[in-house]
């Protein structure tokens, strides 16, 4: 199996298992326990509706797992940044993105070929990236600090 690491903004409700079949209208399995613990979990921005009373797709998940995985971002007032958040989130992934390839171009044997003066614009655009990465990442943190998160 390929390793992923995610960075979508969900919703999330503690939730027991059998609270969770309940709502779906679903009967619980005779071997499931319906007090386990967990959370009903939304994918926001995920189109693929499966429930009428959510815009999105939602699961549950087991809180142990959720809680292992999940670092709370705010309440009920944060769903207003979402959007915002989300795309915060991705222009920081974008930029570090674009790091990581210009430091890898940096080891190959072209860069060595290129000018020297095409070279020092490279660095200097290296910098402003690097720079921005820690104005993205501070702006991430504030956002998720305002909006309600931890």
Not at 3 to 19: P, R, V, W
Not at 111 to 123: H, I, N, S
Request: charged share 25%; glycine share 6%; hydrophobic share 35%.
């Amino acid at each position: 199996m390929d390793l992923f690491q995610g960075n979508k903004m969900i919703a999330a409700k503690a939730m027991t298992l059998g609270e969770y079949n309940e709502y779906r209208g679903w009967k619980i399995p005779e071997n499931e326990d319906p007090a386990r613990e967990g959370y009903l979990v939304e994918y926001i921005g995920n189109n693929d509706s499966n429930h009428p009373n959510h815009k999105s797709y939602i699961s549950w998940s087991p809180k142990q797992q959720f809680d292992d995985s999940h670092v709370r971002a705010g309440g009920p007032e944060t769903l207003a940044f979402v959007p915002f958040i989300q795309r915060l989130l991705g222009e920081q992934a974008r930029n570090a993105d674009s790091l990581d390839k210009l430091h890898a171009f940096q080891k190959t044997e072209l860069w060595t070929k290129l000018p020297d003066d095409v070279r020092e614009l490279m660095a200097r655009q290296e910098q402003i990236m690097f720079e921005l990465q820690h104005v993205l990442n501070d702006r991430v943190e504030l956002a998720t600090n305002v909006s309600g998160g931890a």
